[in-house]
């Protein structure tokens, strides 16, 4: 029953969540019916690449709840707790797409003759805070999902220090993709060129200074994520 409830549940939190990532598709439609041209393509791309640690915590939740044994379950969380670290950084690295609003990306899809380029920009604006708002907020809901698994399976403390080194690590995850243009897969189908490329970017203490800035982001967002789960009276 318990089982049954749990999958119940996450069906509808993925329901919610895929209908916001269908909204911001929506606002992305628009802008390409406004401007005739499929700049901004990337942030659809983005956010549905944002899905992957969400699916995965997901898919680790409803295979540790169907494992009645718990040191099966401590057994089967960690390759989990891996996958979902390797591609968390994704949902986070949606928010330094802006800096294509900075660049006046805008200007290469100009507004039609009804818009001024003022009123575009507002627009674009909004689309881009709309889609790295889910985008984030998708992984946050992922990190709350594995921090769960992870305290069933290893205990409270265990699945905390999990969860703080993931923000740690986020924010050196997301230079790597946004300077060094590394992305997850990387690591698995060219492990040598990443281990090179974090060899070099080690040195470099601004490098530091970005990874903390968005770590401390990340921290504090989950945090309130937290707090306000804990308000919930069925929160255990």
Known sequence: MAMRRGRSELWNLSSILALAALGCVLLYGLRVVISG???YLYLVLNLAIAF???IIAAAGTVLLAATPSKRLRA????PVALLW???YPNAPYILTDFIHVVERTYLKAPPSDSLGLNAILWYDLIMNAAFAFMGHFIGLVSMWL????LKSSWGRTAAIATILAAALLAGFGIY???FLRLNSWDLLLDPRRVIAEIGEAVQDPLVFLFSAVFSLFIFLTYAALVMFKRMSP???
């Open 75 to 78: 057994f089967i969380v960690a």
């Open 37 to 39: 041209r499929i700049w």
């Open 146 to 149: 594995m921090q769960r698994n």
């Open 85 to 87: 670290l390797l591609f």
């Open 234 to 236: 069925s929160e255990d």
């Open 52 to 54: 992957v640690p969400y």
């Open 176 to 178: 790597l993709g946004r």
